[in-house]
């Protein structure tokens, strides 16, 4: 923490908020305060960078995108699932309209959204995000590729936490896959 703060002191006034090695630096301090039980700190460090990156670089700028999911993964992380959902939401917009089609960011932030959803209970409309996930990942990469198995995998966990285990089953199995090739 101490190597951080010193380094984004007396770098940060040579290079520039906006500069690359700073936005790494502020992130990795973020990191190394909830590594070390500093929940608060951690989370606002890695708003404020947020709302940097955003100023600076604009809101649809990877080192901005970068500071929202690791913001989200923070606010999971402290057990705020609200206000990981929120991120993962504004995230999944941003990416969605960034890209304007599909795209693995897309796929990606969709997923991480689907996630928060089912840990915070909200299995319901975590399927629902699973389903596009599965669906994006097919068309993307196909139905074998791994990331689209990970996905099948994650969308029988999600059939599986809301009871639903004939929905659960086909996804578990050998058909699913055989069927879709």
């Known amino acids: 923490i101490a ?3 010193m380094m984004i002191a007396d770098t940060g006034q040579q290079l520039g908020p906006a500069h690359p090695v700073i936005i790494r630096a502020r992130s990795g301090l973020a990191h190394a305060y909830h590594q070390t039980g500093r929940g608060r700190d951690s989370l606002t460090t890695h708003a404020r960078l947020v709302d940097d990156c955003e100023k600076l670089l604009g809101r649809s700028h990877v080192a ?4 929202r999911e690791d913001l989200a993964a923070a606010y999971l992380a402290d057990g705020r699932e609200k206000e990981a959902i929120d991120q993962y939401r504004r995230l999944l917009a941003i990416q969605e309209a960034t890209h304007q089609g599909a795209h693995r960011d897309v796929t990606a932030a969709r997923a991480s959204l689907a996630s928060a959803l089912r840990r915070s209970g909200k299995v319901a409309e975590s399927i629902s995000q699973y389903e596009r996930v599965l669906g994006e990942q097919e068309r993307l990469a196909g139905a074998n590729h791994p ?3 990970t996905a099948c995998a994650n969308l029988a966990f999600a059939y599986r936490s809301a009871g639903l285990l004939r929905e659960a089953i086909p ?3 050998e058909e699913r896959r055989v069927g879709k090739e």
């Open 3 to 5: 190597l951080y703060e």
């Open 171 to 173: 996804f578990r199995s």
């Open 64 to 67: 901005t995108l970068t500071a």
């Open 147 to 149: 990331d689209t198995l």
